[in-house]
């Protein structure tokens, strides 16, 4: 089954940790995007790459680092200065950037709780 | 600045009929999206208009005046698993989704 998996579903730190979420998609997807989802607002970017080893800032980067060393994965660090990481996060993919038809699809979410 | 408007919440009534509106500005446009997303879950792809006019899926429609900067999506015979916030979404001309809100839509037997 193709797809993508974000782990873990539920994730708890103590304030100045350093976390990473997973994101893991064999749908041979070009490109990869993580998105932060808080109540009452719309989704918003925080790193997207096109290709491997290359990526992009989103509107919200600050505080948050990613890599794509392979084609299927593209890990989010959320650092310790980022000023309120607690959040549902969201990793996506796509088929081809840069296309108005490019759809993207979503992993099931994880929520970061920072203590 | 790009802004995406949608309703914050709806009650419909299953079986019922109900319109999800959405107005955009954006920097360009390159296609509208509509996503269906239930609660703590992954939103998923209902929807993509890049022409004016209505696009049919099931019981889904969804339909574009660029124009208006205006988009609409329809339910049509409502379920209780159609309670979800529906997302919509605007691909600029950097080929970047910039997303509304979101509607919450609540069916009631």
């Known amino acids: 089954d193709g797809g993508i998996t974000q782990s873990p579903k539920y994730l708890f730190r103590k304030e100045g940790q350093n976390v990473t979420l997973s994101c893991e998609q064999n749908l041979n997807h070009d490109a990869m995007y993580w998105y932060r989802q808080d109540p009452g607002q719309g989704l918003r970017l925080i790193y997207y790459?096109?290709?491997?080893?290359?990526?992009q800032k989103g509107d919200i980067a600050e505080g948050y680092s990613v890599s794509r060393e392979k084609k299927e994965s593209f890990p989010l660090t959320v650092t310790s200065a980022q000023k309120n990481p607690t959040a549902f996060y969201l990793c996506?993919?796509?088929?081809?950037?840069?296309?108005?038809?490019?759809?993207?699809?979503f992993g099931p979410g994880t929520r970061l709780t920072v203590l | 600045g790009q802004n995406i408007d949608q309703p914050t919440e709806m009650t419909a009534t299953e079986g019922a009929i109900v319109q999800i509106n959405c107005t955009y500005q954006t920097s360009g446009f390159n296609g509208l999206f509509w996503y269906q997303q239930h609660a703590g879950e992954a939103p998923t792809f209902l929807s993509y208009?890049?022409l004016d006019g209505l696009e049919e899926k099931g019981r889904f429609s969804s339909f574009l005046s660029r124009s208006k900067g205006y988009s609409y999506l329809l339910l049509k015979e409502l379920q209780m698993k159609d309670s979800a916030s529906y997302l919509c979404?605007?691909?600029?001309?950097?080929?970047?989704?910039?997303w509304g809100a979101g509607t919450k839509l609540i069916i009631k037997p």
């Open positions: 208009n890049v």
């Open positions: 996506a993919s796509s088929m081809a950037p840069g296309q108005g038809t490019d759809t993207q699809y």
């Open positions: 979404a605007v691909m600029d001309s950097n080929y970047q989704l910039i």
């Open positions: 790459s096109q290709i491997v080893n290359d990526f």
